[in-house]
């Protein structure tokens, strides 16, 4: 997905495209916050089935959580919680995959935190509804508290 001219100015612009909109639940009380998108939310194609190595997929819109965390955060982890996709609201402090990778620069780097704070003031706009925030991993973290988890 072509990023949208918000973007520009961010030190992760690259070539203007791989954007992965969050996922917003009018009325949902719980977000999920990862890292970034994967190549499958990028693909817009989503994991439901794992055979060994083999993925099965499904064609999605682009959004958070469609590669194989996102199967196993519904298969195991929101069933946990009370949670299901659909019902709890998704998003990721930044919106996109840096030259295609999923590799993002250390979390401390003055460049993720510049990019971090880009992405979040233009896209970060959870529903009013939202009560809670879980923060998966230390990007997450340092996305919802500005701690990084690291002292």
């Given amino acids: 997905m072509k990023k949208p001219p918000a973007c520009q100015g961010c030190p992760f612009y690259g070539n203007g495209e791989g954007f992965v909109p969050d996922e917003y639940v009018e009325g949902a009380e719980v977000l999920v916050m990862g ?6 939310e990028v693909l817009g194609r989503q994991a439901v089935e794992v055979r060994g190595r083999d993925v099965m997929y499904e064609p999605h819109t682009p959004a ?18 009370g949670l299901e996709r659909g019902v709890v609201s998704l998003a990721n402090p930044i919106r996109c995959r840096i030259k295609g990778a999923n590799k993002l620069p250390p979390v401390k780097s003055v460049l993720l935190r510049e990019a971090m704070a880009h992405c979040q003031s233009h896209y970060f706009k959870p529903p009013a509804s939202t009560r809670l925030i879980v923060a ?10 500005g701690e990084d988890g690291t002292d």
């Fill in 136 to 145: 998966e991993g230390e990007y997450a973290l340092l996305a919802t508290t």
């Fill in 64 to 81: 958070p959580y469609l590669g194989r965390t996102g199967l196993a955060m519904q298969q195991r982890y929101f069933p946990l919680a």
């Fill in 35 to 40: 890292q970034n998108p994967g190549e499958d």
